[in-house]
């Protein structure tokens, strides 16, 4: 097994985006997240964040968001081609996740916070996949 954060970012997201047109809100939730944290693990690699042999983060950084995004907003300068940003401005949606949780996938749909939430979570899933395209594109990915 090889981990490949960045495939598992955009299959997520592709995903999600079918699940939340055929109306499967909650899965599709689910994705828009596991998008924004498989980002920011690939994020992480890339700065030298200690992997196991199969590419797997190890700690402190085996977490899930919104946890992860708490450790990786203060530490995360990204070179964007033409000046160095901060996570946080390049992912301005990202303290939305701050209610998404990986154990939402075992709760009932009603019990998920989706309304007011599901688009932000999207937003932020949207804001990383550009900011892959940008690291892809500057050779920072």
Known sequence: MTVDYVAAARRHIRDAHLLQHAGRLANAGQLFGICVECGLKSLL???????????????PFREHLPLLGTL??????????????????????????????IDHRYWS?????????????????????????????????
């Open 72 to 101: 990786v907003t203060g530490l995360m300068t990204l070179p964007d081609g033409r000046a160095a940003s901060t996570l946080q401005s390049r992912l301005p949606n990202l303290a939305s996740l701050a209610n998404w949780k």
């Open 109 to 141: 749909e009603s019990a998920i916070p989706l309304s007011g939430s599901l688009q932000a979570w999207e937003w932020a899933a949207l804001e990383m996949d550009a900011l892959l395209d940008d690291a892809a594109a500057g050779g920072v990915l």
């Open 45 to 59: 690699v890339r700065g030298g964040a200690p992997v196991d042999g199969t590419g797997n983060l190890m700690q």
